[in-house]
Nanobody, 115 residues
Framework: QVQLVESGGGLVQPGGSLRLSCAGS????????MGWYRQAPGKQRELVAQ???????NYADSVKGRFTISRDSAKTTAYLQMNSLKPEDTDVYYC?????????WGQGTQVTVSS
C-alpha cells in the first residue's frame, strides 16, 4: 500500500525558511509526479509546486522565486524548500504523488508564518 508521510512543518517568522519532506513508501516504482498543495480552512486546495519524472517543475505564481521543489534519485521522496516566507503562506501543506496512474495524498503538515 502506497503511503506518503510529510514532515518539516512548523512555526516560522516572516522572512524565514522551512523545508518540507514527503517520504513515499509501498511501491517499487518511482513516482511519475510528486507535488505539494496547500489548503486553508474553508478554501479550495491549491497547487504549490510539482516535479515530474523527467525533472521538469511547475510552480504557482505566488511562490515562484521563493520555493523550490526537488526529489531524491529514487523518485520516492520530494522536498519543498520554502524561503522568504510570508504570513499568507500559512496553510496545511499536502503531498501528492502519482504512480501507475493512481493518485495518493499525505495527511498534511501545518505551516504557520507569524511573528
Amino acid at each position: 500500500q502506497v503511503q506518503l508521510v510529510e514532515s518539516g512543518g512548523g512555526l516560522v517568522q516572516p522572512g524565514g525558511s522551512l523545508r518540507l519532506s514527503c517520504a513515499g513508501s509501498g511501491t517499487i516504482f518511482g513516482f511519475s509526479r510528486m507535488g505539494w498543495y496547500r489548503q486553508a480552512p474553508g478554501k479550495q486546495r491549491e497547487l504549490v509546486a510539482q516535479i515530474f519524472r523527467v525533472g521538469s517543475t511547475n510552480y504557482a505564481d505566488s511562490v515562484k522565486g521563493r520555493f523550490t521543489i526537488s526529489r531524491d534519485s529514487a523518485k520516492t521522496t520530494a522536498y519543498l524548500q520554502m524561503n522568504s516566507l510570508k504570513p499568507e503562506d500559512t496553510d496545511v501543506y499536502y503531498c501528492d504523488a502519482v504512480v501507475l496512474g493512481a493518485d495518493y495524498w499525505g495527511q498534511g503538515t501545518q505551516v504557520t508564518v507569524s511573528s
